[in-house]
């Protein structure tokens, strides 16, 4: 089992920066990515940002491509995602995802943490 918790989110203004961790437990030596998801109301959850665990590796959805930044630190098994530049559209509830080495797809996710962006 891995537990992911969340934190970080909170009110902004339309081109402030928020920085969002997800703090890791249990299992965490089978991790192989990472990511970051969003789900604004009335919309379908889309991915926003992913980090291969061991290589650093990083992909991210092209509307946050040169405004956000995932990163990691292993040895407090944190994962972390810079917001710069925020956008109203960025207004969702923000989820941590764990992809476990040998799972078809991500089985581990957090609570989530809401984002609002205000214009």
């Known amino acids: 089992q891995v537990q992911l918790v969340e934190s970080g989110g909170g009110l902004v203004q339309a081109g402030g920066s928020l920085r969002l961790s997800c703090a890791a437990s249990g299992r965490t030596g089978n991790i192989y990515v990472m990511a970051w998801f969003r789900q604004a109301p009335g919309k379908e959850r889309e991915s926003v940002a992913t980090?291969?665990?061991?290589?650093?590796?990083?992909y991210y959805t092209d509307s946050v491509k040169g405004r956000f930044t995932i990163s990691r630190d292993n040895a407090k098994n944190t994962v972390y995602l810079q917001m710069n530049s925020l956008k109203p559209e960025d207004t969702a509830v923000y989820y941590c995802?764990?992809?476990?080495?040998?799972?078809?797809?991500?089985?581990?996710w957090g609570r989530g943490t809401q984002v609002t962006v205000s214009s």
């Open positions: 980090i291969n665990w061991s290589t650093s590796s990083t």
């Open positions: 995802a764990a992809y476990r080495i040998g799972a078809y797809d991500y089985d581990y």
